[in-house]
């Protein structure tokens, strides 16, 4: 008798212990989803002072310096893979163009940070943007130690002209690969068509020993020993 009550007891408290449990679970998803709703419902910051503060950003040279010590890192990183020079294959470096290679930051602040994508395009076919000067460094260190260099753009492939001449224009020049979106990658995500298109370098002999771009799109995906992030507050590209 003593032993089936104690039993019983013992088979309580463990259904009670799963009750509490499922009750803390409960209370703890309730508490992350009222965060996330406070998240959400808190006024964010007016449009006029983030653009005042996107303008303070590069105005005060913040910017160009972000660029230049993420360029030194990656900088550092070539020289230590040149002197090693454990290569699988036909080294390489991959660059994306726009924020990285090239600044289109006086028509994005003559279009206030926004306009139509018709806007956008009538100034990209201006093809008058300036070189990154710490991204133009990275790229004669690759070009004078014999390392290929791959841009990988998701501009449209009947910007070809235009952007062959900005690079050139902007110093760019020796480059051995310059590849446009186009076909079934003009509509799918910049991410997929950038990892895909890296994974076919590597399967044409390519080593890329690191992946350089202003947008996580730019490097997602893998197919790169190395990759460095850019900043740019500007705008997102999925
Ligand atoms: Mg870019």
Redesign the pocket.
Known sequence: MMKHLLKNHLLLHQQNQQKNNRLRKISVSFLLLLMANLAIAREPENLAIVKHNLVKYHDSGAYMNDIANVIQKALRYLELRVKRGDFQGKPAIVM?????ALSNYPDLLALNFGGTKAEVQRYEDMGHDDAIPSTLKLFRFAREHHIAVIFITARFAEERKITEENLHKAGYTGFDGLIFRDGKYRTLPAAIYKAETRKQLEQQGYDILLNI???KS?LQGGYADESFKLP?PYYF?P
């Open positions: 994306d163009i726009d924020e990285t771009g202003d947008q730019d740019n590209t």
